[in-house]
């Protein structure tokens, strides 16, 4: 174990056979990281939420197959075989939390390249191993590179908007360099604005009942010098309407064909909010999660946490033992509350347009 804010932060560590990940349940108190060193283990690891975040999610539940393959795991004689073993692995790892969906399209992506290999007459089975193991490696790079480009697309739309100055920010939960393989989505774009100097100040919520606001977000901020203040979740209309919030940016767990976007519970009231103080909406969303199968919002599922994680904190007990609780994880923001825009490693889009334009992107060769 370690502590100290000198050491960089990261959530996951990886080389080619090992794994660790930062443990975020004993953050900010001790930065300690945990071997990963199978995909029950990452399954364990991502349903406690010692690591979370929808990319971090998705690269921990594909890393931790990258690092069983590398232990040679699985059959080594024929690659239909290990398109088998790889399939079970995933169709198992994808079931720790349903409502991110980035794992599920990294999985899905991860089975239609190994369909494609095993489809090739020299396939062999070490071969095949070798190139899953790179194609997951690739994943880590592509994160940092589509959160530098969501920060550099949303920094510059918000701007357009804001001529002088700095800005003042809101945002919700934790969405930077503990959610992702670096920088963050949309603390990608806070982090973009502060490197331009056009930072006023981020106010980041607390984010209850798991606090990755003030646990996670807070630790980051001040981690690496971004002005930033914390405010209870029901503090939020308040500072809109008297600390000059000029936009609002929060990520996404996934956004469907509408527009509308599952997010950390409490990501609703802040898009109302907003609405009624005149301030744009931005969510920050590389396109792995979006999920253009599915229509809307109402058919995204949302997950229901245990109820010890509101009545309870650190084992104390904070609420009247024994009364009923209903701990949603996520909430589903409706696309025309969403007014700034869906931000992505691609541009900035109206929830209407995100669907073609995501499309065109994919016919275009992107993903
Ligand atoms: O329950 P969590 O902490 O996994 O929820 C995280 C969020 O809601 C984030 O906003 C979302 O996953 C985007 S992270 C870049």
């Known amino acids: 174990m370690s502590s100290g804010a000198a050491m960089s932060l990261e959530a996951i560590r990886y080389r080619r056979g090992s794994l660790a990940i930062l443990n975020q349940l004993l953050l900010p108190e001790q930065l300690r990281y945990e071997p990963v060193a199978s995909v029950e283990r990452a399954w364990e690891a991502i349903r406690a ?7 971090a999610i998705a690269l921990v539940g594909c890393l931790s197959l990258a ?15 290990l398109e088998t073993f790889v399939g079970e692995r995933l169709r198992f790892v994808v079931t720790a939390r349903p409502t991110a969906v980035n794992l599920g399209r990294e999985a899905q992506r991860l089975r239609d390249f190994v369909r494609r290999r095993v489809r090739s007459p020299d396939v062999t089975a070490q071969g095949l191993r070798e190139s899953i193991i790179e194609h997951i490696e690739g994943l880590l790079e592509k994160d940092r590179g589509d959160n530098r480009s969501i920060g550099a697309h949303g920094a510059r739309h918000i701007l357009q908007r804001v001529p002088e100055g700095g800005v003042t920010l809101l945002t919700h939960c934790n969405t930077g360099t503990l959610a992702t393989a670096g920088y963050g989505t949309a603390l990608g774009i806070v982090r973009a604005l502060h490197g331009q100097g056009r930072l006023a100040r981020v106010f980041c919520t607390e984010t209850r009942p798991y606090n990755q606001g003030g646990r996670l ?4 901020l001040l981690h690496d010098r971004i002005p930033a203040t914390l405010i209870a979740d029901s503090a939020a209309a308040a500072a809109m309407r008297d600390r000059g919030i000029q936009a609002v940016v929060v990520g996404a767990d996934r956004v469907a064909a509408s527009g509308d976007t599952a997010n950390k519970i409490g990501t609703y009231q802040l898009a109302v909010a907003a609405r009624h103080h005149g301030i744009p909406f931005y969510v920050a969303a590389p396109s792995s999660s979006c999920d253009p199968a599915l229509p809307g919002g109402a058919d995204i599922p949302i997950e229901e946490r245990p109820g010890k994680e509101l009545t309870h904190l650190q084992g104390l007990c904070l609420a009247a033992p024994g009364i009923d609780v209903w701990n ?36 275009a060769g992107g993903q």
Do not use: N, Q
């Not at 977000?217 to 980051?220: G, I, L, S």
């Open 49 to 55: 939420m010692e690591v979370r975040g929808a990319p």
């Open 328 to 363: 949603p994880a996520f909430d589903v923001t409706p696309h025309d509350l969403i007014t700034g825009g869906i931000v992505t490693e691609f541009g900035v889009f109206a929830p209407g347009e995100l669907r073609e334009a995501l499309a065109e992107r994919a016919a």
């Open 217 to 220: 977000t807070a630790f980051e």
């Open 67 to 81: 690092v069983e393959l590398a232990a040679g795991a699985g059959p080594t004689g024929d690659a239909a075989e």
